[in-house]
């Protein structure tokens, strides 16, 4: 059974930096994509229509994708022997602040398609989240 649990969030000052984490389990590491995606409770739609995909990393590959909105202040990366997807945020800004949730989805299973989100939407494990909130 896929896991993916997050953890990292914190408050933090505009302009400063954060590493967040996804622990996997469940599958093999190296078959999968992996996604980070924000949500903002009453912003946007409800479930996972609501989240917006932020970066992805294809483990098997290396491929990466980020949103227009992050490049050059983010970068995601993973490590395989401890089986986890990191994303390092800096110069964050207010608009940033959202729960931070890790997606995964299999790379064989006839839905993945890059950067992996609208797949993960439909057939994607998914994480609760970890909350990052950029206030002074």
């Known amino acids: 059974q896929v896991q993916l649990v997050e953890s990292g969030g914190d408050l933090v000052q505009p302009g400063g930096s954060l590493r967040l984490s996804c622990a996997t389990s469940g599958f093999p590491f190296d078959t999968y994509s992996v996604a980070w995606f924000r949500q903002t409770p009453g912003k946007g739609r409800e479930g996972v229509l609501g989240?917006?995909?932020?970066?992805?990393?294809?483990?098997?590959?290396?491929?990466?994708f980020y949103i227009d909105s992050v490049k050059g202040r983010f970068t995601i990366s993973s490590d395989k022997a401890a089986k986890t997807v990191y994303l390092q945020m800096s110069d964050l800004k207010p608009e940033d602040t959202a729960n931070y949730i890790c997606?995964?989805?299999?790379?064989?299973?006839?839905?993945?398609?890059?950067?992996?989100?609208?797949?993960?939407?439909?057939?994607?494990?998914w994480g609760r989240g970890t909350q990052v909130t950029v206030s002074s």
């Open positions: 989240r917006e995909g932020v970066s992805s990393i294809n483990l098997r590959d290396g491929t990466i």
């Open positions: 997606a995964a989805i299999s790379l064989d299973g006839g839905w993945y398609e890059p950067p992996g989100f609208a797949a993960m939407r439909i057939a994607g494990s």
